[in-house]
Each structure stands twice: as structure tokens, then as C-alpha cells.
């Protein structure tokens, strides 16, 4: 199963139009979870008690742990986030806090060292960035290091197109060439 995490909140989005692309290379068929219309409990003291209880009890069938379990289960996963403020969109992280479930995505080995648990080979990170600032590790690094240290998925590409919006750029030059990329593999 391919399960597309949409991050991308704008009806032209380019990310979102790079992230297709992708997919449509991948498979005919995917899970998308539009983030944007996803509803996230806060992550407070009582989200976190009631979570290690849940945990501590091995309850992963519980509602809450529905986002981890679809996560674990993919066999190849696609994010979509545009850059923006040096990071990606807060809907992202919200996400990464329910997913992130100890017995679920990871667990930790005697010596405390994290496991993965998830079944995926593949993570691809689609970002675009207006500008030319766009430095992976506020992005693309930080999810790779998730994927790679905690997850488990040891294959992890990043497919961007950055520098958009400058004045003076070949917005359709840059677009057509990270669709190139994703073509070509």
C-alpha cells in the first residue's frame, strides 16, 4: 500500500502537483490523508497520560493510534509539504505526534536504542520552496532522520523544486524539470 500524507493546503499547489506526479509513477492506487482535514487531539498532559496507558496496556487497537497503524502498515510512503518559515506546515508535525507511538511506528532496544516497526522501504519527501533558502535539514532532514531512526525505512529521496517565486525565475523551467527527475527516477 502507498499512503500519500498531504500537507499541501493551497488548490494550485506545486508541491501537491509534484507529489501526483510521483504517485501516479508509483501506483494506480493510493491512501491519501489530507492533513488539512484531519482532526488532531492536543498533545497536553492528559493526551499524553491517556496515550502511555493505552501503550503500557499494548491497547494499539485503540481509535487513537489509527494514523500510527496506517503509517506501520505502508509499503511505500509519500509526504508532500511545501516549505514554509524554515520548516514545513504545522499540520505535518501534528501528525508526526500521533503516528509517533512506541510498539506501533517504533520501539526501543535493551539499550534504549530506537527500532523500527513500520514496513515501508520507501519514504519520498516532495517540497517546493518560493525562495532559494531551503536548507533539507528544517525539512526533508528532519523527517529522514525519523525515517531512518526510528521508523525503520531505510530509503528515503527527496524530490524538490526551490527557488519559485524569485524575481526573474523560470517558474514553469523548474517545475518542468523536477517533474524530469521524478520521470526518470
Known sequence: MVLFVNACVRGE???????????KKLAEDYTEIRLEDAEFSV????????????????????????MARQFAAAGTIVIAAPYWDLSFPASLKQYI????VLGVTFEYSPEGIPKGLCKADQLYYVMTAGGSFAPE??????LKALA????????????????????GADTKGIMEEALAGIEQG
Open 13 to 23: 499547489s506545486r508541491t501537491r502537483q509534484l507529489a501526483e506526479a510521483l504517485l
Open 148 to 167: 531512518e531512526n526510528y521508523y525503520g525505512i531505510g530509503k528515503t529521496k527527496l524530490i524538490s523544486a526551490v527557488g519559485l517565486d524569485l524575481y
Open 43 to 66: 498533545v497536553d498532559e492528559g493526551f499524553l497520560k491517556h496515550r502511555d496507558r493505552l501503550i503500557a496496556e499494548r491497547r494499539f487497537d485503540d481509535p487513537s493510534f489509527a
Open 97 to 100: 505526534e500521533q503516528i509517533n
Open 137 to 142: 535539514e528544517f525539512g526533508y532532514g528532519y
